[in-house]
T-cell receptor, first 108, second 111 residues
């Protein structure tokens, strides 16, 4: 059983579409991270959140602690958003549980 | 800010050889993390340091792996002896309070 489950595994969208990636976790956490990894391998930390909602540009991350669920939304998607998005749950001991990632392709 | 700097970017070595990966965290960041990424297992946390002290090394696969952080600006991950199953991309990340910054990774191939 995975402590962190992401869905969907793969996602293809047309440019401009609103995109949602979901993450459910079963462990107690101190923070939930969303990471972005482009082809070529570099990893960027998009968000670290422990409650509520955070917004950065066209990206929005939300978390519901009671339901142990987080979502990453991309508004007005663009081909440059094509990447793998990884959800990671971190507990107070700084142990991390990683989702398997969602591979997003945005078609022009 | 140059970000988290890892070296080398690529390393190809023969089985049985010692491999040392290096990481320079962002100045002022007090936590440093070593991760390994493979196709089969995805991202895994190997070890992390807080204020140069190893806090949790439960992710280190076995005794062949060791990590040090002699000062706030430098860390190493050593594999001795290396094995083909160690082939992966190894990422270093540093953080201070909110958010993480990842290095570009070291792609290790053990043949």
């Amino acid at each position: 059983k995975n402590e962190v489950e992401q869905s969907p595994q793969n996602l293809t969208a047309q440019e401009g579409e609103f995109i949602t990636i979901n993450c459910s976790y079963s462990v107690g956490i101190s923070a939930l991270h969303w990471l972005q990894q482009h082809p070529g391998g570099g990893i960027v930390s998009l968000f670290m959140l422990s409650s509520g909602k955070k917004k950065h540009g066209r990206l929005i991350a939300t978390i519901n602690i009671q339901e142990k669920h987080s979502s990453l939304h991309i508004t007005a998607s663009h081909p440059r958003d094509s990447a793998v998005y990884i959800c990671a749950a971190g507990n107070t001991g700084n142990q991390f549980y990683f989702g398997t990632g969602t591979s997003l392709t945005v078609i022009p | 800010d140059a970000g988290v700097i890892q070296s080398p970017r690529h390393e190809v070595t023969e089985m049985g050889q010692e491999v040392t990966l290096r990481c320079k965290p962002i100045s002022g960041h007090n936590s440093l993390f070593w991760y390994r990424q493979t196709m089969m297992r995805g991202l895994e946390l190997l070890i992390y340091f807080n204020n140069n002290v190893p806090i949790d090394d439960s992710g280190m696969p076995e005794d062949r792996f060791s990590a040090k952080m002699p000062n706030a600006s430098f860390s190493t991950l050593k594999i001795q002896p290396s094995e083909p199953r160690d082939s992966a991309v190894y990422f270093c990340a540093s953080s201070f309070s909110a958010g993480y910054t990842f290095g570009s990774g070291t792609r290790l191939t053990v043949v």
